[in-house]
């Protein structure tokens, strides 16, 4: 498990992959420190990495069920709520209706 937490590549793997080397590196950063013993830097590192991808995937969902959700809100409007919306839109690029 040490090794492949130590090459581990974030790219390639899935949102469960990357919970699951998190959580082993915490685990593994914790005893370090339990037996007063200095965490290894490339600990840490492995670390930030996994939880800026972390981070970033979540992201990177919300925002794609945000448009989702947009997507099907806007689905929803009548001929003339959109016909409204593209003629402020035009209004506010500076084009006479």
Request: glycine share 4%; proline share 1%; aromatic share 6%.
């Amino acid at each position: 498990m040490l090794e492949t937490f130590k090459g581990f590549n974030t790219e390639v793997a899935d949102l469960d992959e990357l919970v699951a080397m998190a959580a082993f590196g915490r685990n593994f950063r914790a005893e370090f420190e339990s037996l007063n013993v200095s965490v290894p830097e490339f600990v840490d590192d492995q670390l930030r990495t996994i939880k800026r991808e972390i981070e970033t995937r979540v992201a990177d969902r919300r925002a794609a069920r945000i448009r989702e959700l947009k997507a099907q809100r806007d689905s929803l409007k009548t001929a003339a709520e959109k016909r409204e919306a593209i003629e402020k839109e035009l209004a506010s690029l500076g084009e006479s209706v």
